[in-house]
């Protein structure tokens, strides 16, 4: 059975790789040309911070929260946190009224 394909091969599958580099967080593909998550020495940069230090001291302190604008993507069995950063969801929160960000 012949059938037509609607893309050609090679872009399909670069397609999917791309879809799944994104899903699993590795690689610097973008989707749809804008890429979200960046680890803490981009990311810092990007929130005008001054140190990677201070986006470390956002997650400990609990104004970035993980599972919300940050997620851990440490190693199994790994005791040292691997953070990205979901730079339009930093910046939303960190634009937030200080009484409203610890009532969210």
């Known amino acids: 059975m012949n059938q037509e394909r609607l893309i050609p091969e090679s ?3 670069e397609a999917v790789r791309a879809v799944l580099a994104e899903m699993l967080g590795v690689g610097n593909a973008p989707i749809g040309g804008k890429r979200q998550w960046y680890d803490t020495k981009d990311a810092y940069e990007l929130l ?6 201070q986006l ?3 997650v400990r302190g609990g104004l970035l929260r ?4 940050v997620r ?3 190693k199994p069995n790994a005791s040292k946190p ?3 950063f979901n730079i339009p ?6 634009a937030e009224r200080p009484e409203k960000r610890w009532h969210t």
Do not use: F, H, I
């Not at 005008?48 to 230090?53: A, F, I, K, Q, R």
């Not at 993980?66 to 604008?69: D, L």
């Not at 969801?89 to 960190?94: A, D, F, H, T």
């Open 72 to 74: 851990d993507r440490r």
């Open 89 to 94: 969801k930093c910046q939303k929160r960190l």
């Open 56 to 58: 470390r001291e956002a």
């Open 48 to 53: 005008g911070l001054d140190s990677p230090e």
């Open 11 to 13: 872009e399909l599958r």
């Open 66 to 69: 993980v599972g919300c604008e």
């Open 82 to 84: 691997r953070y990205q």
